[in-house]
């Protein structure tokens, strides 16, 4: 089996030229990226946040730096950012590093904020650039963000695959007698063990909590007869995120349930044949809609049809009405209609890449309403 590491080919050293061409594009001076997935895309450092700033400074025109706090300094060494043509400034305790951040700027009019930066930081960098605009670094970024280069899409498709793995062990867990909580605590080892570095989210919404599409999970009582809706993910040492969902029965399921789930497939399809460069991201969500409306079930698919997926589990592109974006190869997002009529609910997740003539499925688990035995 290969893994994809943070290397060289996930974090190109050429990165930070696009994105300073992207940033002079935007009409920013410079980028100013705090930990999170902005600074982990540009650097590959997976810096941990804390109150302590650490910074990378991208100018549109000139070098870069990293701030950092000194004590953090071998550690960013050591993380892939060691390996690109960037200057780290460590500061000491009694440093200002807001002032350290101030100078390399100088007059600068307008700069982008990582898209998470913590407001203490937000402000501070506020005060110590009083005369420069502070704009979202998605400005220069989210087009960068969204195209997916091949390590990208690969790094995406090793997590759907270890998503896929745990998905397969689901069935023995879902036992009448269960709370959903041990379920979920169960699908958290499992979702390490299948090779992600951090398990972030495991819903596991069983009968009339179904019909609720973020439930988490609680301490109900699984039930013979139940549908059970398990939407999983993690992510993965790359830094690259999973996110999956199966909608299962314990023991032969409610007839409502068999009857509106054809249609939710059905829907699912139509929004995979959807995709291709050049359809908006809109169209693909009213794809999905189509079948659901026709068969009645329109007022309970309650939420969009998708979200871009990578480094972060939902980013651009949103697939949802309004969204005139036109998708283009390298765009990852999930298609994941769902129906609540109440009192159950399904719904159906899969990964997706837009390719150059269509559209490659990242999960390959059954995506039928998989029947427990109770
Ligand atoms: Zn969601
Ligand atoms: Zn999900
Ligand atoms: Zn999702």
């Known amino acids: 089996m290969s893994h994809v590491h943070g290397g060289t080919e996930l974090y190109p050293a050429s990165r930070i030229r696009d994105v300073a061409a992207a940033t002079g594009a935007a009409g ?10 902005d600074l982990r895309y540009v650097t590959g450092y997976d810096a941990h946040e804390s109150e302590r700033l650490t910074c990378l400074v991208l100018p549109a025109d000139g ?4 701030v950092v706090p000194r004590l953090e300094l071998p550690k960013a060494l050591a993380s892939p950012a060691g390996q690109l043509n960037l200057e780290l400034v ?12 101030a100078r390399r700027l100088g007059a600068a009019a307008a700069v982008g904020l990582a898209d998470r930066m913590w407001a203490l930081m937000v402000l501070r960098l ?32 090793e997590a759907a695959v270890a998503i896929d793995r745990v998905h397969a062990q689901v069935p023995d867990w879902l036992r009448p007698g269960r709370t959903e909580a041990e379920v979920a605590a169960d699908i958290a080892v499992a979702i390490r063990a299948q090779g992600h570095a951090t398990a972030d989210f495991a819903i596991v919404a069983s009968g009339p909590n179904g019909a609720s599409p973020h439930h988490t999970a609680s301490d109900r009582v699984l039930q013979r007869g139940d549908t ?16 999956c969902t199966r909608t299962y029965a314990i023991g032969a399921p409610p007839a409502d349930v068999t009857g509106y789930y054809p249609v939710l497939r059905d829907a699912q399809e139509a929004a995979f044949a959807a995709v291709r460069p050049g359809v908006l ?3 693909v969500d009213a794809a999905a809609r189509d079948p659901i409306n026709a068969a009645g079930y329109g007022e309970f698919f309650v939420h969009r049809t998708g979200h871009g997926i990578g480094l972060e589990t939902h980013e651009e592109p949103y697939i949802v009405a309004g969204n005139e974006e036109e998708l283009e190869p390298g765009h990852a997002f999930s298609i994941e ?38």
Do not use: F, H
């Open 28 to 37: 920013l001076a410079a980028l100013l990226l705090t930990p999170g997935p």
């Open 63 to 66: 070098d870069p730096i990293l």
């Open 90 to 101: 460590g500061w000491e305790e009694t440093d200002d590093p807001y002032a350290v951040v």
């Open 126 to 157: 506020r005060a110590a650039l009083p005369g420069a605009r502070q704009e979202l670094a998605s400005t220069a970024l989210r087009d960068l963000r969204a195209r997916k280069s091949p390590a990208e899409i690969a790094a995406l498709r």
């Open 228 to 243: 059970v809706v398990v939407d999983i993910g993690g992510t993965m040492p790359s830094g690259y995120c999973s996110d």
């Open 281 to 283: 991201a809109e169209a």
């Open 337 to 374: 209609p769902g129906i609540y009529p109440g009192p159950s609910g399904a719904r159906i997740e899969d990964i997706v890449v837009c390719t150059a003539d269509g559209c490659e499925r990242l999960n390959q688990v059954s995506r039928e309403l998989i029947v427990v035995p109770a």
